[in-house]
């Protein structure tokens, strides 16, 4: 494929357990191709699936991972902030599920080093699942299919948490969204991109948007302060990173999001106050580099945006194993 303008072609590998190495020429720009996902472990896949559909591991049984993080709708739930046990509001938007491997850490503050750390938080978190780990293990312990499926994924017949993380963290690991339209572009193919949506990725680059949303994700590598140029005004208690480091000055630091996927993942912000792609994009460019963009350059960066939507997981819907008579019953409005 012949490459034309925006930077010079470098050499891009893949390599994944059990398949052949493969190079495709990339062209050199901030932001890099998502890598397809090969597993080299399916049954844990599988475990981990039946996991993250699993409204039993919740106090009131209707509440799962897929809940908060529907894999139909861009791996969140499009609400401002999130609904949890007893219809509790969350503090925070729940950001998207899909691409999560490729980031730093995990929570908007990275309180969580891995997907592995991550998966048990919102399990007992009261304000989500609300179910003590404990409990948790008791429930999945009484269903015969689920201590089948761990002693052949694990090998003992006695589940702990970390082995229910470590599968939920191994189906994450699968849910990524490689060839989006930018990506094709990235890998040659110069009609992959209208001339719109190219000058929108040009606009996007050239501000200095890539400072911070940039490799396969297209963010999710760094922390930064939200209300660099001016401040932002939110009525999120939420304080960002301070809350992990008990640093004053990393106040209102947030994990950068990925923008794969960003058409299907609204609203934006840590608080969900940016109802729309355009919204979202007029306040980063006042807030986060002092620049207002005119409406035509809001519609192109926009038009850009729309282009890093990859192909979503295809997942069959996972058939759960049946409670036995000794598995606790869940209460919904305990």
């Excluded at 809940?67 to 509001?89: F, M, P, Q, Y």
Aim: net charge negative; hydrophobic share 40%.
């Amino acid at each position: 494929m012949k490459m034309k303008a925006l930077g010079a072609a470098v050499a891009f590998t893949l390599s994944a357990a059990g398949t052949a190495a493969w190079a495709q020429q990339v062209r050199d720009e901030p932001i890099k191709p998502i890598q397809p996902y090969v597993s080299s472990n399916p049954a844990k896949v599988e475990l981990g699936k039946k996991l993250w559909f699993e409204p039993r591991l919740s106090m009131s049984g209707i509440i799962s991972c897929n809940t908060c993080h529907n894999l139909s709708r861009g791996g969140t739930d499009n609400l401002k902030t999130s609904i949890g046990h007893g219809w509790k509001a969350g503090p925070v938007n729940a950001p998207t599920v899909l691409n999560s491997s490729l980031a730093l850490a995990q929570f908007w503050d990275g309180r969580a080093a891995n997907l592995v750390e991550q998966a048990g938080g919102p399990i007992q978190a009261d304000i989500e699942m609300n179910m003590p780990h404990a409990l948790a293990l008791d429930v999945l312990q009484s269903i015969p299919g689920y201590v089948a499926e761990f002693k052949a994924v694990y090998g003992s017949d006695r589940i702990t948490i970390g082995m229910v993380t470590g599968a939920i963290a191994e189906f994450e690991e699968t849910l990524v969204t490689p060839n989006s339209r930018f990506d094709q572009w990235l890998q040659g193919d110069d009609k992959a991109l209208s001339a719109k949506e190219l000058a929108g990725y040009t606009l996007f680059r050239d501000s200095g948007c890539v400072a911070c949303h940039n490799g396969p994700a297209a963010g999710g590598t760094s922390f930064q302060r939200m209300g660099l140029v001016e401040p932002y005004q939110s009525t999120s208690p939420v304080e960002g990173r301070s809350a992990v480091t008990g640093v004053d000055a990393d106040r209102f630091n947030f994990k950068v999001p990925t923008l794969r996927n960003v058409e299907m993942t609204y609203p934006y912000f840590h608080d969900g106050e940016a109802a729309t792609l355009e919204e979202a994009v007029d306040i980063m460019g006042r807030l986060q580099l002092g620049r207002t963009y005119s409406k035509d350059e809001v519609d192109s960066i926009v038009a850009f945006l729309k282009t890093l939507t990859g192909d979503q997981p295809q997942i069959a819907l996972p058939i759960l194993p049946p409670s036995s008579n000794a598995t606790p019953r869940p209460n919904p409005f305990q």
